[in-house]
């Protein structure tokens, strides 16, 4: 039996972005939950179902219900990463089916630029024991950027992908976020040279091959199709989801380069319908260039191996045949730790139309594929403009 | 060492380490090796696991080379190479290199050996050879 998802998307907002100063993460969810909110005319008394992940709190659940004033009766505070929003629309989605939950806030918020200015006790890191005991010792840069630039290295070594193809990536992102305002490297144009010249830290990733490091946070709400129809926002239906974990550290990774995408995609492809031909546009979740490479070919947008080509030529760009995160995304809009929040957003918005200059000509279908830890976990949100009937 | 991890499950690897062998458990049940150790063999759900002796021996998956100190200790190996090298046993480790960067090649055949002088805990090394 093929699980059919019963809610859409009917609010979405960032907070502050960029780099801030006197915020909390608490602040900035609120904000972005009662904006979202409230653009769909609802408040905080319709909530009762909250999602977040990320936050460091000893219960990130209880801590933001307690700040917002609320007692949900579903709460998940599932966190893999950059892909946790994601996986908690897939979850958000099935409590509503449930009926153990009506309407539901996903929210998201962090502050790594502004900490750097605080004085506060330092945080102890948070372990994992496999990483602790056998990752450690070796003096791999990690946990982020050292297991990328080994995906990378086999990906580089079995398919023949340049570090130019991964460049494009880098540089697509900031042609679109010249069209962003809110982009964090909003007109600062980039170049392929540029990228190569930029310094290795951990071959073969260049630093403008990694996504930024920013403040910022999101929320989006879902609720039923029916409940969507009565708002005032134009309602986004999910439509098909797909979730999965490869790995949590690599030390017991399988195949680094055929990642958990190529589950998770054919999962909400499955689920929805439709196949990779019938997306209009797309949010992947840009840690590294490499990263969106993998998933092109995880997500069956391209073949093993044919994502570097794939992407050059201006397909990726504005203006090309396959829109690729149009926001500027994690290399040039924003990425306060988990960008995944922002793939929705961005998504939801693009089928709303309200994208502006960098607005994608009749979208009808958008995808959001997150990505988390390190390429451990992959969930993938196909969704459509419009209401659904039941 | 006082950074080593509360991880009761790596006691063995960890002491065979400083005696200078890699000791992995292999499942007394099913016979195979597994890596990391853990309470149980995760192949066959069996409880008698024994450690014993592993050959390094083995082909490296992937590389990096970091050109930057994941922590203090390892600022004056800067750059240097780390990889996963699939063991020819049936595990994956991850290993630095005992040699300069360019020696390292993914794909080629790899020994991996006990760290003599660890810059923080006990670990792996590995070099290249001929194969």
């Known amino acids: 039996m093929t699980y059919r998802p019963v809610s859409s998307f009917v609010g979405v907002a960032e907070s502050e972005l960029g780099t801030v100063t006197g915020q909390t993460p608490l602040r900035m969810m609120a904000s972005a939950t009662l904006d979202a909110l409230g653009e769909a005319g609802l408040t905080l008394a319709d909530v009762d179902g909250l999602f977040t992940a990320g936050m460091p709190s000893w219960s990130p659940a209880l801590e933001l219900a307690d700040y917002l004033g609320i007692r949900p009766r579903y709460l998940d505070s599932t966190d893999v990463g950059g892909s946790s929003f994601e996986f908690q629309v897939a979850s958000a989605d099935a409590a509503i089916a449930a009926g153990l939950c009506t309407t539901a806030v996903i929210t998201y918020a962090n502050t790594p630029r502004q900490d750097r200015h605080i004085a506060q006790p330092p945080r102890p890191d948070p372990t994992y024991i496999f990483r602790d005991t056998y990752e450690r010792p070796t003096g791999l840069l990690s946990p982020d950027i050292g297991p990328y630039a080994l995906a990378t290295d086999r990906y580089m070594w079995e398919f023949g992908v340049t570090s130019e193809q991964l460049a494009e990536v880098a540089v697509a992102s900031r042609h679109w976020a010249a069209m962003n305002p809110k982009a964090f490297r909003y007109g600062k144009p980039l170049t392929i040279e540029d990228v190569l010249a930029s310094p290795l830290i951990c071959d073969p990733l260049h630093t403008a091959d990694c996504c930024l490091i920013t403040d910022g946070g999101g929320a989006v709400v879902l609720t039923s199709h029916e409940r969507a129809r009565d708002l005032r926002t134009e309602p986004v239906a999910v439509l098909g989801f797909g979730t999965a974990i490869s790995h949590g550290t690599v030390t017991v990774s399988g195949d680094l380069i055929r990642t958990g995408s190529r589950v998770s995609g054919a999962a909400a492809f499955r689920m929805a319908g439709l196949s990779p031909a019938d997306v209009d546009v797309t949010q992947i979740y840009d840690s590294f260039t490499s990263t969106v490479l993998l998933t092109l070919e995880g997500l069956g947008f391209c073949g093993d191996g044919e994502a570097g080509s794939f992407v050059e030529g201006g397909r990726i760009r504005p203006g090309g045949a396959f829109p690729l995160n149009t926001s500027g995304g994690g290399m040039s809009y924003c990425h306060p730790g988990r960008f995944g929040i922002f793939l929705l957003i961005e998504a939801v918005r693009q089928l709303r139309g309200e994208c502006g200059e960098r607005q994608v000509a009749n979208a009808e279908v958008a995808l959001a594929h997150g990505t988390g830890g390190n390429l451990s976990s992959s969930a993938t949100v196909v969704m459509r403009k419009g209401s659904v009937d039941e | ?131």
């Open chain 2, 1 to 131: 060492m006082s950074d080593w991890p509360y991880n009761p499950d790596a006691d063995p690897y960890r002491d065979g380490l400083a005696r200078g062998v890699i000791l992995m458990q292999t499942c007394g049940a099913c016979g195979q090796v597994q890596f990391p150790s853990r309470v149980r063999c995760i192949h066959c759900g069996a409880a008698e696991v024994t450690w014993t002796e592993v050959d390094g021996a083995g082909t490296v998956y992937a590389k990096t080379v970091n050109r930057r100190p994941a922590e203090a200790a390892f600022a004056a190996l800067v750059p240097y190479a780390v990889a996963l090298v699939d063991l020819d046993v049936g595990v994956r480790v991850m290993a630095r290199a005992g040699v300069a960067p360019e020696q390292v090649q993914t794909g080629g055949r790899a020994v991996v050996y006990p760290d003599p002088d660890p810059p923080v805990l006990p670990g792996l090394l590995f070099r290249p050879v001929a194969g």
